[in-house]
């Protein structure tokens, strides 16, 4: 027998006798013998509750956390502070055992719940409308690209390198078999360079793709790129890999964008190894039924009640197939409340409050790291919680003996950026103290 | 099935109203009623040129989603911007409200429609 | 229960606090001169301000209007609606897990980047592929990558020119669309009169533009493919490769394998057959996994281990690339883990088991009250055609509105397509006989009822927290925030 099954042989045999057969062998008469299995699978025998528990949590203490290292690396997941309502509120099972809300009239929570997330979003990032999410950062942006592709008729698209290395890898991968260009922009002085930008665009250009705060952490000046991209009826596709930013930073849609998608990780998940997070999409209005993903509309039942529903459905596969604005079906809808609930505890000020913090934590320790002089500024520009800095040794050597110090240190950008050797992108969120920073210096100074 | 005599079909169910070198072109009422409620029109752009077969827009009702493909080859001279803003028009009078006006670049295109005779025949 | 209608928005009260943050404690940066006043902030932002114990009622208030497999029988067919064991929500709750950054260093990490090591060769096993990634996030996101590895091994061979692929016309909708975003031309078959791939309609397809065939077995109709093999070597023989959708592979495992029918790329749904939560419509989790001639073209980085060491590998220069960020749903991953572990090998198969038999068990007593298209053994689901051809004056949508008054789950409705008005139930192996013979005697009542009183199911629901929703108005003129 087996706790998640729970019919005894008494019922087997009721249920046997029901259909009118001896035995479950006749109910798989149908698979023919050349493609049976005819062994065990071998993956051993089940375990107890306690033995797995043993046995997993054996596998977890082989790995350190942030719990055991101080961590000063982003680069796309960030170790914010996550208020403790989160976990109360969702491991509620009445939300995370549920199914995607077909059935409105029992789902009104999950339902609302996302029409909630959705105005946040929007309000966030200063568009007219977003979606109910997508899985992350890196797959948003690439539905963005085929969102402009498919609305403009044309067949390229621009990247700025100072956009996440792996949001341009997942996005070359998707367009590479969409049969759609992809022209990555060098960048100027660590942005995008808007000349370049300038001559890179043309008649094909369906989007252009840039990310701010960069990947290197800094605030980057659309005012320009939103023009030349417009100028040439291309779509701007705005990249939010750390929407902290925007509790301080002026959002996306007053700057011009047509797409705002980002990573959602920060809103409270997480860091998890990377997953699951959750990615986001916001619009215009003119946009909004080329949306891809699910959308929740409120609308009345039929008492004239409010109520909240799936919309807009005819957009999305179960409808339209091939012709669907993408394949996705399954979104990360618990991420999602997780960032619900996190802006809605946050809230207006704290969420403005947590962007101020990081910036000034963010700065003293650039301050101070400089201050070392073994450190120097690579690029002269604002940034907001991460920043770069070389010295004169290996990144990977500096890590490797921060580590010593149980320091989470700063991202390599060698990996993705040739040329930037000794740089480092360090990262500091709120939750860093100034004794951490200080730590963290004086190693730094000693080496 | 409520059908209009004076007018041409296709087996897709679109009408064509034919007026000297212009044509009106809406769905019939057998897809709106196939459709259900219409929430969403699309239609393509003035001056859009197309060749027969080509869709000029898309139609979605709460449950389905159907593009619209031009009877015969033509230029977009007009879109109807009342179905547009009020889908529901084309569940209310499917005849009376035509999506997009175009002028014809293949006359003989014409003779492969339906009569509504055809186009009833077609539709059992 | 008094009724909660508030949005978050309408309780939000101006000063209202739920957070607390340390002061900060280096010299607060003046915001103002460190970025040109360009670059922020003019809109005020539109959170909501609220006490923390608003916070909880809100989301406890709203909780309590859903409807979730902890609460009761949810028999929605190509869902596997299955139990979401508890230890599993707790070993993925561990600090050692919840708190590792995707870019620490791989020594690290070692307990991950095994245990994701570990799942690739389980799920291997039970599919019968050489090797697995975990990376997409979905069951869609899955068959995405599959198909770009089937479209870069053509290309690799030099064989451009298969842009094809070719889904039966009772394949989920994901299949054409994904297809389609993997940049295929989709070739639709139509399904024979029993619901199964239409060899002649199959022959008459296959060429040499064809990439591949998507298929799900048993199919979305319930009914295993038995000239699978045959199928399997048509393609083959065209030069295709086959795909699995493994939406139902809750209903064979331990019985056969995709692998041994002859699939060359599969993907599984670990939030279906592996326990794992919906969470009301994600996080998932799609792996993807291949037989030996397709390892090369996985997504990269790929977990290998070398000596004693795990490693992320991304040398590797016939993959397709990336398709997601860091290394897929983690969280999710850790919970199909423990599962397998909880399960062991004759766990999985006693699941595939009861979930066979408890979808005869359903059907058989079903089938004398609602009209059952396709009378045959079925696996883990089976599709009623709600009365038949000759009843009309209630509809699928009714019943299953009915079913909701009675405090049920409904099925899947309207789905697969080729069966009119269908109604698709998949019990699965967590229900007992009892609760099945509850909602069974729910159904035969409501059979009853829409000869009776055929009103009482189109005015349905009665008793829920809304009734039945206006989905015109809400696709007419959308409104997708709330605003002042």
Redesign the interface.
């Known amino acids: 027998m087996?706790p998640?099954?729970?019919?005894t042989t008494i019922?087997?045999d009721?249920?046997?006798q029901?259909?009118?057969i001896k035995n479950?062998d006749?109910?798989?008469?149908?698979?023919?013998a050349?493609?049976?299995?005819t062994r065990?699978?071998?993956?051993?025998?089940?375990?107890s509750?306690l033995e797995?528990?043993r046995?997993?949590?054996?596998?977890?203490?082989?790995?350190?956390?942030?719990?055991d290292?101080v961590?000063f690396?982003g680069?796309?997941?960030y170790?914010h502070?996550i208020?403790s309502?989160i976990?109360?509120?969702t491991?509620?099972?009445?939300?995370?055992?549920?199914?995607?809300?077909?059935?409105?009239?029992?789902?009104?929570?999950?339902l609302?719940?996302i029409?909630?997330y959705?105005?946040?979003i929007?309000?966030?990032t200063?568009m007219?409308?977003?979606n109910?999410?997508m899985?992350?950062?890196?797959?948003a942006c690439a539905e963005a690209g085929?969102m402009a592709v498919e609305n403009t008729k044309r067949k390229s698209l621009v990247v700025s390198k100072s956009v996440h290395p792996?949001?341009r890898?997942?996005l070359?991968?998707?367009m590479?078999?969409?049969?759609v260009e992809v022209v990555e922009l060098d960048c100027k002085d660590g942005v995008t360079d808007a000349e370049a930008l300038k001559t890179a665009v043309s008649g094909t250009t369906a989007g252009v793709v840039v990310q701010s705060p960069n990947f290197f952490g800094i605030?980057e000046?659309l005012?320009e790129i939103e023009s030349i991209t417009h100028n040439s009826k291309a779509m701007l596709i705005v990249n939010v890999i750390d929407p902290i930013s925007?509790?301080?930073?002026?959002?996306p849609g007053?700057l011009g964008a047509d797409i705002v998608v980002g990573?959602g990780q920060a809103f409270g998940n997480?860091?998890?190894?990377?997953?699951?997070?959750?990615g986001f999409m916001a619009t215009t209005n003119k946009l909004?039924?080329k949306m891809p993903g699910?959308?929740?509309?409120?609308?009345?039942?039929?008492?004239g009640?409010?109520?909240f529903?799936l919309?807009?459905?005819?957009?999305?596969?179960?409808?339209?197939?091939?012709?669907?604005t993408?394949?996705?079906?399954?979104?990360?809808?618990?991420?999602a409340?997780i960032s619900s609930?996190y802006?809605?505890?946050?809230?207006?000020?704290?969420?403005?409050?947590?962007a101020?913090?990081c910036?000034?934590?963010a700065?003293?320790a650039y301050d101070q790291i400089i201050g070392t002089g073994k450190f120097k500024p690579v690029f002269d520009k604002?940034f907001f919680k991460e920043f770069v800095v070389q010295s004169s040794r290996k990144a990977s050597e500096i890590?490797a003996e921060l580590?010593k110090h149980n320091i989470?240190g700063g991202?390599d950008l060698v990996k993705d950026y040739p040329g930037m050797e000794n740089a480092l992108l360090f990262c500091v969120t709120?939750k860093r103290?100034?004794q951490e920073?200080d730590k963290l210096v004086e190693i730094l100074k000693g080496m | 099935m409520n059908l209009l005599n004076d007018l041409l079909y296709t087996k897709n169910h679109e009408w064509i109203k034919v007026e000297g070198e212009k044509a009106y072109i809406g769905i019939t009422d057998y897809a709106q009623h196939a459709l259900g409620d219409i929430v969403f029109v699309e239609l393509s752009e003035v001056d859009t040129e197309l060749s027969a077969g080509d869709s000029f827009g898309a139609i979605e009702s709460v449950k389905a989603a159907s593009d619209s493909y031009l009877p015969v080859s033509g230029t977009i001279v007009e879109v109807n911007e009342a179905v547009i803003d009020d889908p529901s028009l084309l569940n209310q009078d499917a005849y009376a409200n035509w999506m997009v006006a175009i002028t014809l670049s293949n006359k003989s295109e014409l003779d492969e429609l339906l009569t509504a005779e055809q186009y009833e025949a077609h539709c059992k | 229960m008094r009724e909660y209608n508030e949005l978050i928005f309408e309780i939000s009260r101006e000063g209202r606090i739920a957070y607390t943050l340390p002061a900060c404690d280096v010299p607060e940066t003046c915001i103002k001169s460190s970025f040109p006043a360009s670059m922020l902030r003019e809109k005020e932002l539109g959170l909501p301000e609220v006490s923390e114990v608003d916070v909880i009622r809100h989301y406890t208030l709203l909780s309590n209007k859903n409807y979730g497999v902890d609460t009761g029988f949810y028999p929605l067919g190509s869902c596997t609606m299955k139990y979401n064991p508890k230890i599993n929500e707790d070993m993925a709750s561990l600090p050692k897990f919840t708190g590792l950054h995707p870019y620490q260093p791989e020594e690290t990490a070692q307990g991950a980047l095994r245990l994701m090591h570990d799942l690739d060769g389980m799920l291997a096993e039970i599919t019968g592929m050489a090797q697995v990634s975990l990376q997409p996030a979905a069951g869609a996101h899955g068959e995405l990558a599959g198909l770009m590895i089937i479209k870069a091994y053509h290309q690799n061979r030099g064989d451009s020119k298969r842009n094809k692929i070719i889904v039966p016309d009772s394949a989920h909708g994901t299949n054409p669309a994904s297809a389609s975003v993997a940049g295929f031309d989709i070739i639709q078959i139509n399904s024979d009169e029993k619901g199964a791939v239409d060899i002649e309609a199959l022959k008459a397809v296959l060429n040499d533009e064809v990439a591949g065939l998507m298929l799900t077995n048993p199919s979305t109709l319930g009914l295993f493919e038995k000239n699978i093999k045959e199928i399997a070597d048509l393609v083959h023989e065209a030069g295709g490769l086959l795909y699995y959708d493994g939406a139902n592979m809750n209903a064979i495992m331990g019985y056969t394998r995709p692998g041994d029918m002859g699939f060359d790329v599969v993907h599984l749904n670990l939030h279906k057959t592996f326990s794992t939560p919906h969470g009301g419509g994600g996080p998932g989790s799609g792996p993807v996994g291949v037989s030996k001639k397709l390892v090369d073209f996985l997504p990269v980085p790929v977990i290998e281990k070398q000596a004693d060491k795990y490693v992320l590998n991304y040398d590797k220069p016939l993959s397709i690339g990336r398709v997601k960020s860091f290394y897929g749903n983690f969280g999710v991953i850790v919970r199909a883990y423990a599962y397998v572990l909880t399960m062991g090998a004759e766990g999985l198969k006693k699941a595939s088991e009861m979930a066979v038999l408890n979808a005869n068990y359903m059907k058989e007593r079903l089938k004398n009250h609602y009209y059952l298209p396709i009378d045959d053994i079925c696996k883990h689901e089976f599709v009623l055609s709600c009365f038949g051809p000759d009843q009309h004056e209630v509809s699928t949508l009714d019943i299953a509105k009915r079913l909701l008054d009675y405090g049920y789950h409904p099925p899947t409705i309207y789905f697969p397509l080729i069966v009119d008005s269908a109604i698709m139930i998949e019990p699965t192996e967590t229900e007992s006989k009892e609760t099945m013979d509850k909602f069974i005697d729910a159904m035969i009542l409501i059979a009853e009822e829409a000869k009776t009183n055929p009103e009482l199911l189109k005015s349905a629901p009665h008793n829920t927290h809304v009734r039945r929703l206006d989905e015109v108005k809400a696709a007419r003129t959308p409104v997708l925030k709330w605003s002042k």
Do not use: W
């Open positions: 087996h998640y099954i729970p019919n019922e087997e009721q249920m046997l029901s259909i009118g479950t006749a109910l798989f008469s149908d698979i023919p050349e493609v049976r299995l065990k699978l071998n993956l051993g025998d089940s375990m509750e797995l528990s046995f997993v949590k054996g596998l977890a203490d082989k790995n350190k956390s942030i719990d290292m961590c690396l680069a796309g997941a170790d502070y208020p309502i976990k109360h509120i491991s509620r099972s009445e939300f995370y055992t549920a199914y995607t809300p077909y059935q409105p009239e029992i789902s009104q929570g999950t609302q719940v029409f909630e959705q105005t946040m929007a309000n966030v200063g007219d409308v977003a109910a999410s899985y992350d950062g890196a797959t085929m792996e949001v890898q997942v070359a991968t998707y590479k078999f969409h049969g605030v000046d005012t925007l509790g301080i930073l002026k959002t007053e990573e997480s860091l998890n190894f990377g997953g699951p997070y959750v909004m039924r699910r959308i929740v509309g409120e609308t009345t039942d039929i008492d009640k409010r109520a529903v919309t807009l459905q005819a957009r999305e596969q179960h409808i339209r197939r091939e012709k669907a993408s394949n996705i079906c399954s979104n990360q809808a618990l991420n409340l609930i802006l809605t505890t946050m809230g207006k000020n704290g969420l403005k409050e947590v101020e913090q910036a000034s934590k700065h003293y604002p890590n580590l989470l991202y709120e103290t100034k920073i």
